[in-house]
């Protein structure tokens, strides 16, 4: 019987479990354009700013401890250009406990500060950088995309596009259909605002599945 082939996500978890590192790339690429209009600098180039600014990276290593306001964790986070620290003090970690993990990808927004030694162990050179909020890759999606534009080349299967559309329905992220016809024609269609979607998780997986992930963009 045959089998599906392993997705980009998928083999570099499994190379990790069975290697202990990525081989063949670094899961982070998988996101990199996806978040690129939303997560406007890499973790190699951060630098203290007074507003705060959005970062992204997969969680490496993570450890927790207690202070005297409660507990708190230490998340590193990888985009592969570089590695970050982040603090996230008990105000915060109480509701985003459970998406800290490794191998998960994490947006932040976060304070970054010039830092010297601190009562919650920070070292007393280098970046110190806060967390005031924490989302998962579904939460990002659903706060911030403005479409989803799906690509397909030769006839569509209306059937089968509506059948996974529907469990997502009604929601405010459109549809976008891009075509190209047999003869090399292309054009796009936006569907009515009754189409439009939560770009939940499952419904991305779904389509990315059915039409490759290259044919599967979520627009911000």
Known sequence: ?????????????????ALGFYVSGHPFQSFAAELAPIVRQSLATLQPRKDPVLIAGIVTALRIQASRRGKMAFVTLDDGQGTAEVAIFNETFDSVRTLLREDELLVME????????????????????????????????????????????????????????????????????QYRTPRGLTGEIEFPEAWAVNPDNALIAQLQDWLAPENVRVVY
Do not use: Y
């Open 1 to 17: 019987m045959p089998t599906r082939e392993w997705t980009d996500a998928e083999r570099l978890v499994n190379e990790k479990t």
């Open 110 to 177: 976060v304070k970054i500060m010039q830092r010297g030694g601190g009562e919650d162990g920070s070292p007393a050179s280098g970046l110190r950088i806060i967390a005031d909020q924490v989302l998962d890759i579904g939460a990002i999606r659903k706060k911030f995309a403005k479409s989803l534009r799906l690509a397909f080349n030769g006839g569509a299967d209306a059937g089968r596009l509506h059948e996974l559309l529907a469990p997502f329905r009604p929601g405010r992220c459109s549809v976008v259909l």
